[in-house]
């Protein structure tokens, strides 16, 4: 009787574990998104524009320059913000993380970050916000576009 209840017990939580899998396949299945971000699609290109326009344009400039000395701080001691044309150092991250810092915001990811970029999670969805990522991709050469390419695939 003892190895019948195990028996049991055993294909109970296999059919369990494969139920909850199932979910979670699907789940990630109608997500909708993938890394990496690519600058192909002509309409996610556009839709990026607009959002870039209307949320990331007020700081980081309707060209993507950015402020001229990006290094710097302001007067508050805040870091200002970078280009984003390929000029600074955005390319050196990875997809997954320039995802994330746009919907989190910097100061919610990094420890003691004095800037001032706050997360537009609660009014960009996921695929809005990797449509300005492809928005933005379009302004790095072909070389830092192909490069950043190849290391978000090996992250």
């Not at 600058?39 to 959002?51: A, N, P």
């Amino acid at each position: 009787m003892n190895e019948y209840k195990f028996i049991v017990h055993h294909i109970a939580n296999i059919f369990i574990l494969f139920f909850v899998f199932s979910f979670t396949l699907v789940e990630y299945s109608y997500a909708d998104r993938q890394f990496p971000i690519l600058r192909d699609s002509i309409e996610q290109v556009q839709q990026g524009k607009v959002l870039y326009d209307q949320n990331c344009a007020s700081c980081h400039k309707k060209d993507l320059s950015g402020t001229k000395n990006w290094r710097s701080t302001d007067s508050d001691g805040h870091t200002v913000p970078p280009p984003l044309n390929g000029t600074a150092h955005t390319f050196h991250h990875s997809d997954e993380l320039l995802h994330n810092i746009i919907k989190y915001g910097f100061n919610n990811l990094i420890k003691n970050y004095q800037g001032k970029m706050l997360g537009f999670g609660d009014k960009l969805s996921d695929n809005d916000i990797d449509s300005i990522l492809a928005y933005i991709k379009t302004y790095w050469s072909e070389d830092i576009y192909l490069n950043h390419l190849d290391m978000s695939k090996n992250e």
